[in-house]
């Protein structure tokens, strides 16, 4: 078989000597890596927000189910891509094979340059906010917590990807046990006369189911990370579209039950006005002593995401490596870590300037996820178009797992994701432009590439005219 035919079905063999991934993970690597990203500190907040968007207490539950659904829908999508396309390029991989190197350059692009290192310098943030109530060092505390952040969970899975996997299902359980701390104070420590007060507050006259679902399904987003760890599955490239159902699972279970919490202890009214609705819960349940566990859980959450996130970030830019030579420093695996170490230096190097630019732009940094949100729901909408356009391309490729009720719900995710491009557009204005600039960056670097790329086949094929003329 060529080398072109193994890589339709999986990751490309090792050119170069450079190596590449190997099948290490197993089942529960995969679901930790899925829970941590998903149960990150937007739990802690978001509710709010959803709470003041939706008419009633059952119909503020139903939308997480909801989310849960859709979500699964998603993960059907992307399991059946993962598993027939195993690739640590993951988005990037799927993006490649459908619609070829172009626009599969601008995504990775886009994900190196703002969303994924945007995201891990965000989450630091959060990290090392919450962290500065409890320990300041001074005026730029949250800076140096976040770089610092940064720098240690870059270094932990440069080491190796055993340590950077074992980190993350140690705080994926530190954070798990904290949202199980929240349910448990919500559903059966809750002071009779404090509930019965809160739950006759009235839920908001003035709804938007529709933003709500916008802010539920930020809650569960980054579940498609696990399609970058695809190749590394240790037991067949079908065990991650299990790993992707059983998280979603997990975390749909956990998000209803702790919101139900919330409700249970806070009423509608209640939660919508809370400003921190997880640490009112602790405190109503066990005292004002209670409440420094949030900014913990907090602090476990966001840096379970971050690691996650750090984990996967820089395996996009090691399959942009691999396929642009401009970028192969990024495209060499080292063996003796099983890492992308170059792609994790190049990420951590963009994520900290990310956080040194806050100090005179605090505000900015903090939004850059949200600005860029259209260009992330954008090939978030491709992905689901690849799924059909692969079908087609690659009729002949086993498919280790298909999505069920093809295509409903392929069409149903596809449709999702062009609700929440369209609604993510009118939500930022003039902030989707930041997410337009990065996109023009990166086409121009196209433009550059391939022009240069064209003066290297014109000068290749002069030297063979000259040398056959010489001859």
């Known amino acids: ?23 290490v993970l197993g089942m529960f690597d995969a679901i930790a890596l899925i829970v941590g990203i998903v149960v990150g500190a937007g739990i802690f907040s978001f509710p709010s927000l959803v709470a003041s968007n939706t008419s009633s207490s059952s119909v503020f539950i139903l939308v997480w189910v909801l989310g849960g659904f859709v ?7 992307y399991a059946e891509l993962a598993s027939t396309f195993p690739s640590a390029g993951g988005d990037y991989h799927f993006l490649r094979r459908a619609f070829g190197e172009k626009l599969s350059f601008l995504f990775a692009w886009a994900r190196m340059t703002v969303i994924q290192t945007g995201s891990v310098a965000i989450l630091s943030f959060i990290f090392g906010d919450y962290l500065s109530q409890m320990y300041n060092i001074g005026e730029y505390s949250p800076m140096i917590y976040a770089a610092t952040l940064i720098t240690v969970l870059t270094a932990i899975n440069i080491i190796g990807i055993q340590m950077g996997t074992g980190t993350q299902k140690l705080l994926t359980s530190l954070q798990i046990l904290g949202v199980l701390a929240i349910i448990i104070a919500g559903l059966f420590f809750a002071p009779a006369e404090a509930s019965s007060a809160l739950t006759s507050e009235k839920a908001p006259a003035t709804t938007t189911l529709g933003l709500a679902m916008v802010f539920v399904l930020l809650t569960f987003g980054g579940w498609n990370e696990a399609a970058y760890i695809s190749a590394e599955m240790r037991k067949g490239r079908r065990q991650i579209a299990w790993a992707l159902i059983a998280g979603i699972a997990v975390i749909t279970t956990l998000y209803v039950l702790i919101n139900i919490a919330y409700v249970n202890i806070l009423g509608m009214g209640g939660v919508a006005a809370s400003q921190a ?15 420094w566990m949030i900014g913990l859980m907090v602090v476990i959450a966001a840096l379970t995401s971050a690691n996650a996130t750090i984990f996967t970030g820089a395996r996009t830019n090691y399959a942009l490596g691999r396929d642009f030579p401009a970028f192969g420093f990024l495209g060499k695996w080292n063996d003796r870590a099983d890492a992308p170490i170059n792609a994790f230096i190049v990420q951590w190097a963009i994520a900290v300037a990310l956080v040194g630019l806050s100090i005179w732009t605090r505000e900015g940094i903090a939004t850059i996820i949200e600005y860029t949100a259209p260009v992330f729901w954008f090939f978030f909408l491709l992905v689901g178009v690849s799924l059909f356009v692969l079908r087609w391309k690659f009729a002949e490729v086993e498919r280790p797992f298909r999505v069920p009720f093809y295509p409903v719900a392929p069409l149903l995710f596809c449709g999702t994701s062009a609700y929440l491009l369209y609604s993510s557009l009118m939500y930022t204005g003039r902030g989707a432009m930041v997410g337009i600039a990065v996109l023009a960056a990166g086409a121009v670097v196209l433009v550059i590439l391939h022009y240069f790329d064209g003066l290297k086949r014109k000068d290749n094929l002069r030297r063979e005219e000259d040398e056959i003329s010489a001859a």
């Open 1 to 23: 078989m060529s080398s072109e035919n193994k890589g339709v079905a999986g990751t490309r063999p090792a050119e170069n000597g450079n190596g590449g991934p190997q099948p």
């Open 277 to 291: 609705v997880a640490g009112d819960v602790m405190r109503i349940a066990f005292g004002e002593g209670a409440a």
């Open 71 to 77: 979500s699964l829908v998603g993960a059907l999508c």
